[in-house]
C-alpha cells in the first residue's frame, strides 16, 4: 500500500476513534465500531493498530508532530523558561480539542490490570520530555540533562494535572501554572540552556 494512502487511513481510524470516544468515553470504544465509522474492516484497522492503547499513541504522535513542525524562530532569542513553555503549551494545545477523551486515554494506561502499559508509558514520558528539551533548544548534555529530565518531568506532570481539569477555551489556567513552575525553576533552567 502506497504511504500517503496508508497514512490517510491511518488518520481516517484515529478521527472515527476521537469522534467515538467522544461519545461514548474512551473506556466503552471498541475496535469494531471504530473500523465501522472509518469505513475500513476490522481487518485493515488491525493492520494499522494492533489495539486500542495503539490509536491512543496515535493521537499522542500528532501532538509530538506539532512540536517536529515548529519553526525554530517560535523559540528564538527567548529566556530558556519562555522556550520551555512555548513548546509544553503548544503540544498541550495539540491534544485540546479532545481534552477530557485525552485524558481518558491516559487513565486507561494506568489502569492497575493493564501492567503491560506501565513501562512502556515511563519511556513515552522520558521520550516526551527529551522533545521538549530539544524542541526549546535546550543543549545540556551529562548530568545536566539528566537533571533537567528529572526537573522538567515533574513540572510537566504537574502541569498535565491541571490541563486535564482546566475548562478554559484557552487553558488559561495551566498557562499561568506552568509560567509559574518554569519561573520558579528559571535558575537551574538559566545554567542549563
Given at each position: 500500500m502506497p504511504t500517503d494512502k496508508r497514512a490517510t487511513i491511518r488518520e481516517r481510524i484515529v478521527d472515527a476513534a476521537l469522534d467515538l470516544a467522544e461519545q461514548r468515553g474512551w473506556?466503552?470504544?471498541?475496535?469494531?465500531?471504530?473500523?465501522?465509522?472509518?469505513?475500513?474492516?476490522?481487518?485493515?484497522?488491525?493492520?494499522?493498530?494492533?489495539?486500542?492503547?495503539?490509536?491512543?499513541?496515535?493521537?499522542?504522535?500528532?501532538?509530538?508532530?506539532?512540536?517536529?513542525?515548529?519553526?525554530?524562530?517560535?523559540?528564538?532569542?527567548?529566556?530558556?523558561?519562555?522556550?520551555?513553555?512555548?513548546?509544553?503549551?503548544?503540544?498541550?494545545?495539540a491534544l485540546a480539542p479532545h481534552r477530557e477523551v485525552t485524558g481518558e486515554m491516559l487513565r486507561a494506561k494506568l489502569y492497575p490490570s493493564h501492567p503491560q502499559h506501565w513501562l512502556p508509558l515511563i519511556f513515552d514520558l522520558s521520550r516526551l520530555v527529551h522533545w521538549f528539551l530539544d524542541a526549546a533548544r535546550i543543549a545540556s548534555t551529562g548530568r545536566a540533562r539528566q537533571l533537567a529530565e528529572i526537573g522538567l518531568t515533574a513540572i510537566f506532570l504537574a502541569s498535565l494535572r491541571v490541563w486535564l481539569r482546566d475548562d478554559n477555551a484557552d487553558g488559561e489556567r495551566t498557562r499561568l501554572y506552568l509560567h509559574r513552575r518554569l519561573a520558579d525553576a528559571d535558575r537551574w533552567l538559566t545554567r542549563l540552556a
Open positions: 473506556a466503552n470504544l471498541r475496535l469494531y465500531q471504530v473500523a465501522e465509522r472509518a469505513g475500513v474492516s476490522l481487518a485493515a484497522l488491525g493492520a494499522e493498530f494492533r489495539d486500542q492503547d495503539a490509536l491512543a499513541n496515535a493521537w499522542f504522535a500528532r501532538a509530538l508532530n506539532a512540536l517536529e513542525r515548529m519553526p525554530p524562530e517560535v523559540v528564538a532569542g527567548r529566556p530558556a523558561a519562555e522556550r520551555l513553555h512555548v513548546v509544553i503549551m503548544r503540544w498541550f494545545d
